[in-house]
T-cell receptor, first 113, second 110 residues
């Protein structure tokens, strides 16, 4: 089944404790992206990757890191999480070409205390 | 980044009625897509309309695009309770930076 998976789905952590949210897709997509969704602010793009070893900042990259060592994986790293990073996070992937349909993962609900 | 702005922000209708939501954007596009999000879940792609198309249908969905006005509309006909969700538009000129708006929250009352 074609899908985007994220882990963990729910996470409660404390300020400053490094964490990684994994994202994996099995559709051989070149494009992958991370979003955060907050009430009243919609979905905002954090980072995106056009291919292996190619990443770029979205609209809200501060406090986050990403890596794209393999085509299928695009982990999101919070080196020192803060309470303002409490949010619902989505990973998405898409094929290349003009028709940029994105496939979204189920989401990771992160709470930073 | 390219961002769509959906209007209205909230819409409540009776089951069986039609629901119309609008999207405006600011830059030139290759295509525009509509997505649905059930509460707390990932977005699901509904329909894509290319910049050289004016109207497109998919089941109970009808999308129009007016590139001169930089606007699009999504019509859901004969709505059902299961259509209750948030709807987002995504104007696209290529992947690059993509930002979704706040969306239109549709409630269909049985």
């Amino acid at each position: 089944e074609a899908q985007v998976t994220q882990n963990p789905r729910y996470l409660i952590t404390v300020t400053g404790k490094k964490l990684t949210v994994t994202c994996s897709q099995n559709m051989n997509h070149e494009y992958m992206s991370w979003y955060r969704q907050d009430p009243g602010l919609g979905l905002r793009q954090i980072y995106y990757s056009m291919n292996v070893e190619v990443t770029d900042k979205g609209d809200v990259p501060e406090g986050y890191k990403v890596s794209r060592k393999e085509k299928r994986n695009f982990p999101l790293i919070l080196e020192s999480p803060s309470p303002n990073q409490t949010s619902l996070y989505f990973c998405a992937s898409g094929g290349d070409g003009t028709y940029n349909e994105q496939f979204f993962g189920p989401g990771t609900r992160l709470t930073v205390l | 980044s390219q961002q769509g702005e959906e209007d209205p922000q909230a819409l409540s209708i009776q089951e069986g009625e039609n629901a119309t939501m609008n999207c405006s954007y600011k830059t030139s596009i290759n295509n525009l897509q509509w997505y649905r999000q059930n509460s707390g879940r990932g977005l699901v792609h509904l329909i894509l309309i290319r910049s050289n198309e004016r109207e497109k249908h998919s089941g109970r969905l009808r999308v129009t695009l007016d590139t001169s006005k930089k606007s699009s509309s999504l019509l859901i006909t004969a709505s059902r309770a299961a259509d209750t969700a948030s709807y987002f538009c995504a104007p696209s000129g290529g992947y690059q930076k993509v930002t979704f708006g706040i969306g239109t929250k549709l409630q269909v009352i049985p």
